[in-house]
Each structure stands twice: as structure tokens, then as C-alpha cells.
């Protein structure tokens, strides 16, 4: 008789069992759950995004055609900022400043060396210019509104390439010159370096697809020995519409064409 009620306890025991280890999972659960609910986003525009570069576009303007916009968002904290009112003004005004995130990392507020403050809501490649209140501005001209990024390029930005070779001849360092070299700076859009005897700077833009355009460049004007060089340099730059980059080779080129210069990577 013991060893029947033995029997019948022990599946009552096991069901028992079961039932409270049934009981304890769903609490972890439900638990682990609520824990995970209770944690906050942190990602943000501020800390998940590369916000840093420069921004372009023409927002609305009430008494002129438009307001030519480029804006240069700094990772120190500063910008730079240059305004062509269209139809009224050929001349730019250019100012700078600090840029400060607001709590939610999301929005920046730009203030001006005269103390003039705008806010701008920051997305993936794009500013949103908003209203005196940090609203983002709705109606038929709210896409007007918006300021996009210049594209980027890691495979040639943020790196050194050293001249080796223009219009298909060799470049050779000669006595009194100096190495060759230029530099793309992602976040200012600007190239900078030496065209074998002066140094040299000025703004670029990337269009996609490997297209490329430089803006005006500006060197020093120390003669040396070998200057046909130099300026075989600078026109080359003038005409460059597109590049081409294979492993640590980079050439500049126009349209099809042979390639107008060819440089290599310098490692640092």
C-alpha cells in the first residue's frame, strides 16, 4: 500500500514542480521585459550620425529670389557659413560661430559672432532649417527648407596622395623643388597642398559617382627653379571632373580621357 501512494505522489510532485518552474520563467519574462521597456534610446542624431561636413542648399528668402546656404559643421563645435541672397546681392556674407546640441541630441542651435542664433533639426545627410520656435517648418514649401550634405569619399578623403606622375610623364623631384602632394579635408570640402613648389588651397565637391570638380585654388608665389611643373599642376586641377581610385593608386581625369595626373598613397 506504501509503495502505491509512493506511485501516485510522485507524478503529483513532478506536476508540481513543473508548474512552479512554469511560474518562475514567465516571471523572468515578464520582468525581463519591463527592464528592457524602461531603458532609454540613447541613440541620437548627436552620437549615432556622421553630422559632421558641409551642407548646401537655398532656402526661401521674403524679399530676394533665394538664400544660397553653405554651411560647415565642425567636430570641435564651431561652423562656418557663407549666405548669396539671390537676385539682390552677388556678393556672399560670410560668418562663423559656435553650434551647440539641445538635450535630445537631435537639433543644434548656430550662433553667430553678432550673437544671431538659428536652429537647425539634424538627419542623415540633411539640415532642416527651423523656425524661430525650433519647429520644423510645414507647408507647400517645406521641402525649401532643407540643407543637404555634400557627398563624402573615404577611399581618397582624410589621406595623403603624392604626385608621380601628369600628363602621362613621370614627375621627377629636381634639385630646389618639392614633393607634390594633395589632401582632401571631409569635413571643410577642402584640398590643400603642394604643387611641387608653392603650397596651395581651395573648396572641392564630390557629386557621386567618382565625379569630381575643384573651386578656385589659391598658393603662395615663391619662385623656384622648376615652376612649368607647378602650373602643368594647377591646370590640371582646372580640368579634373572625375577620379578614379585602385588600392593605394589614385588618378584625376576628364571625361574618358588618359588620366590627367596620377598620385599614390603616402603612408603616414
Known sequence: MKNKLKLLAAPMISLAFFACKSEKTSDVAETTAIAASTIPDTHNSQNSLDWNGVYQGVVPCADCEGIETRITLKSDGTFLRSLKYLGKDPNAFFDQGNLTWDTSGS??????????????????????????EGNRITGDLADNYKLIKNPTDPRIEGKKWVLVELRGKPVVQKEGSREGFIQFDMETSSASGNSTCNGFSGGYELKGQNQITFGNIAGTMMACPDMETEQAFYDVLKQTDNYSVADTIMTLNKAKMAPLAKFVLKIQ
Open 107 to 132: 537639433k543644434i542651435r548656430l550662433t553667430g559672432e553678432n550673437g544671431e542664433t538659428q536652429m537647425y533639426q539634424v538627419g542623415e545627410n540633411v539640415l532642416f532649417h527651423l523656425d524661430k
